[in-house]
């Protein structure tokens, strides 16, 4: 394998005025606090390939003005009704002219070249999809730190080879156009916040395509602080992670809907987990500093895991009582002669 970041003399590229290789989508919602930063990264990259940068906005909170006032170059377009993370990428893409669409989020800084690394490892590897890494960009909040951690540790970044793989983070990720557009549009990203990037990879691994995970390539997340907001957001991702995992793990599903009571064991086998991914990634200082946010991690875990639990016996409920209406219905259906 090569470089990821070789010349990109050697990649194909077009030549018809005004027309973009890459188009950035970046879906927002209520991202006020955040998109300077974003906006900023990546208008300033250090790129010589023709890209556009698509804002699919559905904020209230005057995201749509700052783009409109203070980055006139990027297409904007808005939504009066809130769109969820999937439905704006999925309109980000019906706009994109590029042959590439890269994906990136609102509380996300790209590094300075990461246009040309993202390009650059498609074409080299002819991959169908890439993905780069997370950092973290609040390391002197103990309250965003336990949330990224929680959220990203798999997608820790470390000097290393691309790698094959089902999943990656949907706000540093990039596809070949033309993976779209071969698509029904009820087959790309679901109408949903939290797992539609994985649900999406994992239907294109089912495809056969070739989805990379680049460990160098990264981008720094700005994460949610504060202790409530962090913990709130971890009984979300625990909700949304029971409805992703349905889809993609039914037999654990199955199994865990016999116990739901196992639910909270996931958090005493992530741990360990989350920990041995740290040292090996960000080296032993890093460690040290999970070692001593270790009670805290796994207390918030355990509110993941009370969201995966609450929707897990939800959705248990409604079968038994859709079950138990059909026994019913058959029960008191009359013959008809």
Known sequence: ??????????????TIKNIPIVSVVIPSYQSALH???CLNAISSQRTGLSHEIIVVDSSHDGTDQIVIKE?????????????????ARNAGVENARGEIVL????????????IDRMYSAIYEFDADGVGGSIANGTPGSISGSIGFYLEFFRFLGFEGKAQSTTF????NSGFKKEIFTALPT??????DSVGEDFIFNWELRKK??????????????????????????????????????????????????????????????????????????????????????????????????????????????????????????????????
Request: with cysteine; glycine share 10%; hydrophobic share 40%.
């Open 208 to 337: 056969g395509k070739l989805l990379l995970f680049l460990p160098s390539v990264g981008v720094t997340h700005l994460n949610k602080t504060g202790l409530r907001k962090v913990l709130r957001y971890q009984y979300t991702l625990g909700k949304g992670a029971y409805n992703y995992r349905s889809r993609i793990s039914p037999r654990i599903i199955r199994f865990l809907e016999r116990l739901p009571i196992l639910s909270f064991l996931i958090p005493i086998a992530v741990m360990p987990w989350l920990g041995s991914m740290i040292l090996r990634r960000n080296g032993i200082g890093e460690f040290f500093k999970f070692l001593i946010l270790l009670p805290l991690l796994y207390g918030a875990n355990n509110v993941w895991a009370m969201g995966f639990y609450r929707e897990l016996t939800n959705h248990k409920s409604k079968k038994a009582t859709a079950s138990g209406n059909g026994k019913v219905a058959v029960r008191t259906g009359k013959l008809q002669v």
């Open 35 to 37: 998109i300077r930063q």
């Open 1 to 14: 394998m090569k470089n990821c970041g070789s010349d990109l003399s050697s990649k194909p590229k077009r």
């Open 186 to 191: 009820y087959h790309r990203y679901e109408e």
């Open 103 to 114: 994906f990136l989020d609102t509380d996300c800084v790209p590094q300075p070249d990461w």
């Open 71 to 87: 980055f006139p170059e990027i297409i904007l377009i808005h939504f009066e009704e809130r769109l969820s993370v999937g439905a």
């Open 168 to 171: 990656f983070v949907g706000g």
